[in-house]
């Protein structure tokens, strides 16, 4: 894919760094894509003033901070006016709560899933009336009409992911739209920002720059329902505007869904060698997930008998870093709440998510040196 | 039928589901086994482990006899177990 790279050079070489670091973690972020990395680094130098006092420098800043809201917005299919920019993808739930809470009655209903991201119990915190935490199936997902109707006699608000980080399960957001009428639909695009296309039907819609190759420190909320201009010169940030990232997170959106399709149509391929081959060469893998409606990048399993954090460790000795919802390899001591809220096997659990790259060759890795690793790990049980 | 009490108490994932496991295969169908286990993880992968090894998942109860809190879960082996770690 390097024809498609603006800077070959450049980013050849740094791709060859990260290959040999075989990274295979990108929803837990990824390093910063070539157009974001040159948009950030032009805007040091431009749009370093505060955007909103009056003179030149200043206006230039605000220039620059339009435009990356223009940008931003016609990724979400909004108008610049709808864009609030945060600190990160959780202060993006948090604002986007926030926006609700003060114009609904008190005892009004909020429905949200048991496999949101942890930010979304955390925004809800806020919330003085009645929170519904609707279940999931073995493959992750919501029942739209149990979803809807739990919203009860005074709905108030729906909160639902769309691609689940941590298995890849795709919500089907549309028809909980229609479901729910009037009850206005949050939709946490975290995990699907570049990877899958951004569905219809939402009220507002929350992500984070870092996870579709932008710069840490930038959150986004889109607001349809927004009609008056947000702050241009950048009010939403307490203090001074961060221009440079608002920029670098703009161009870094523009490059990713030029590119969305292409980048999912390799990631697809390998996630189904995988899906397919690992339970092939190790004995006793559960893959999780659903398998037809999911994000093509992420691909969570289990093996029976095996120390998460082992796992982790070992894959990293072997030059390949990936995460793992085991309560073992958590700073939490608690396992992934989505691998319980769907009741599948949580020891011995690996997610694998694909950077936007060409990872054939981690991929090959990963299939040429787990099934050895997961041999000894079971011979050298206690 | 009696059951057999396996005090996994103290052990992390894996661990007691792999005691579990070794005392399933030595065990008859139809028997029950009683796994003590304080770690969190076994709430979610006792039940899963039965699903994957065809195995009946009977309860998880609140265990309040001696030798300090634990969830107790309660398995019926269904078909016989031929493999153990």
């Avoid at chain 1, 996870?211 to 986004?220: A, E, H, R, T």
């Avoid at chain 1, 349809?224 to 961060?242: I, K, P, Q, V, Y």
């Avoid at chain 1, 659990?349 to 060409?358: A, E, G, K, Q, Y």
């Avoid at chain 2, 039965?50 to 998880?60: D, T």
Wanted: hydrophobic share 45%; with cysteine; glycine share 10%.
């Amino acid at each position: 894919m390097s024809s498609l790279d603006s800077d070959p050079d450049r980013s050849n070489s740094r791709r060859e760094s990260r290959r040999s670091g075989g990274y295979l973690d990108a929803a837990s972020g990824t390093w910063l894509n070539p157009a974001a990395e040159q948009a950030w680094l032009a805007a040091l130098e431009q749009g370093w003033a505060d955007p909103r006092r009056a003179y030149h420098q200043g206006r230039h800043a605000a220039l620059l901070l339009d435009a990356a809201r223009e940008e931003i917005a016609a990724g979400f299919g909004a108008s610049a006016g709808q864009v609030e920019f945060t600190t990160s993808g959780t202060a993006a739930l948090a604002a986007a709560v926030e926006r609700f809470a003060p114009n609904l009655p008190a005892d009004s209903t909020v429905v949200t899933s048991a496999v949101e991201h942890s930010a979304v119990p955390r925004a809800l915190d806020r919330w003085s009336g009645p929170i519904r935490t609707v279940g999931v199936d073995r493959l992750g997902r919501i029942d739209p009409a149990e979803f809807a109707a739990s919203l009860g006699s005074r709905p108030g608000l729906a909160v639902l992911q769309h691609v689940n980080q941590e298995v890849g399960t795709v919500q089907p957001i549309e028809q909980v739209a229609s479901l729910i009428g009037p009850c206005p639909l949050l939709v946490d695009a975290g995990a699907s920002v570049g990877r899958v296309e951004l569905p219809e039907g939402w009220a507002v819609m929350t992500a984070s720059a870092a996870k579709w190759g932008g710069p840490l420190g930038i959150g986004v909320v889109v607001d349809r329902h927004h009609r008056a201009s947000t702050g241009s010169a950048g009010d939403e940030w307490l203090g001074r505007a961060n221009v440079p990232a608002a920029v670098a997170a703009a161009a870094g959106l523009s490059w990713i869904m030029q590119r969305r399709e292409l980048f999912a149509a390799g990631h697809r391929k390998l996630i189904a060698e995988l899906r397919e081959q690992l339970p092939v060469l190790i004995s006793d893998v559960e893959v999780v997930g659903d398998p037809l409606n999911c994000a093509p990048h992420i691909l969570n399993f289990s093996c029976l008998y095996v120390d998460g954090e082992a796992l982790v460790q070992g894959l990293d000795r072997r030059g390949i870093a990936v995460s793992s919802g085991s309560a073992c390899a958590g700073v939490s001591g608690e396992p992934s709440h989505v691998l319980a809220a769907m009741g599948v096997l949580t020891h011995g659990n690996i997610r694998v998510s694909l950077p936007f790259d060409d990872c054939a060759p981690e991929v090959t890795q990963l299939l040429q040196e787990l099934p050895g690793l997961v041999r000894q790990l079971r011979a050298d049980l206690p | 039928m009696s059951s057999e009490l396996i005090d996994a108490r103290g052990l992390l994932c894996p661990m007691p589901i792999v005691r579990l496991a070794r005392v399933a295969k030595t065990s008859g169908v139809g028997s029950e086994l009683v796994l003590l286990s304080d770690d969190p993880a076994a709430a979610t992968d006792v039940p899963a482990w039965c699903r994957l090894r065809g195995q009946e998942f009977i309860s998880a109860t609140t265990w309040d006899g001696s030798g300090g809190p634990a969830m107790a879960f309660t398995v019926r082996i269904a078909t016989q177990v031929l493999n153990a770690p």
